[in-house]
Every structure is written in structure tokens, then in C-alpha cells.
């Protein structure tokens, strides 16, 4: 059963803003749509998963990419 949320909140990562609007929360996950500001670009998401991933490729995108917001990595793990 899908429970319909229509909430709207602004998020900064790593010198981006991001507009996440959360349309449905449905089979354990979220769906919804994502805008990222600076670049004019909107998209929309399925998953939490699939929502984590586009906001890691932004963050490699920028110029001037901040570790502190970067995912982790099994490569990194000593």
C-alpha cells in the first residue's frame, strides 16, 4: 500500500543544493523527485537507493567535489 507524502524540503551537499520533494513512500522506500538547483536539473527517483546514487554522481560532477560528503567505499576499507 502506498502512502501519498507531497513534502517538499531543500538539502545542501557539498556546495549544491538539491530540492527533494518525497511523492510516495512504497514498498519499504521512498519515490519522488529531486531537482538540482545550481544546474537546473530535474529528476526522479524510485528508490532511497536509486536517490543516494544521483546525489553521489552530482557530487562528482562539481568542480571542487568535498570528501566530507563523499560516500564510502569496500576499496577504502583497510
Do not use: C, H
Not at 556546495?15 to 544546474?39: K, P, V
Amino acid at each position: 500500500m502506498s502512502v501519498e507524502e507531497k513534502e517538499t524540503s531543500v538539502l545542501k551537499v557539498g556546495g549544491s543544493e538539491f530540492s527533494l520533494r518525497i511523492l510516495y513512500r512504497q514498498n519499504a522506500s521512498i519515490q519522488g523527485e529531486i531537482q538540482w538547483l545550481n544546474r537546473g536539473k530535474k529528476m526522479f527517483f524510485r528508490s532511497l537507493l536509486e536517490l543516494i546514487m544521483l546525489l553521489q554522481e552530482a557530487l562528482d560532477s562539481t568542480e571542487n567535489p568535498d570528501d566530507e560528503f563523499m560516500l564510502r567505499s569496500w576499496r577504502d576499507a583497510k
